[in-house]
């Protein structure tokens, strides 16, 4: 019973699996918050390389 018992608390196979879902919800959460500013930079991005690359193809 006791050595089942030391299984117990040195078993450390999931700590792995609720570290990453933490990470993957906070990182899902950053994006709801700052969806509006994501959206423009990524736009202002592509229109850069749109204006970029039609003046290099020119």
């Given amino acids: 019973m006791k050595k089942e ?5 040195k078993d450390n ?4 699996t609720v ?6 919800v ?4 950053l994006v709801l ?3 509006t500013q994501i959206r423009e930079l990524t ?5 850069k390389i749109s204006v970029d690359s039609s003046a290099i193809l020119a």
């Avoid at 018992?5 to 608390?9: A, F, H, M, R, S």
């Fill in 26 to 29: 906070v990182l899902i959460g």
């Fill in 33 to 35: 918050i700052f969806k």
């Fill in 13 to 16: 196979k999931g700590m792995g």
């Fill in 5 to 9: 018992k030391n299984k117990l608390g």
């Fill in 19 to 24: 570290e990453m879902i933490l990470i993957i």
């Fill in 43 to 47: 736009q202002a991005i592509f229109e």
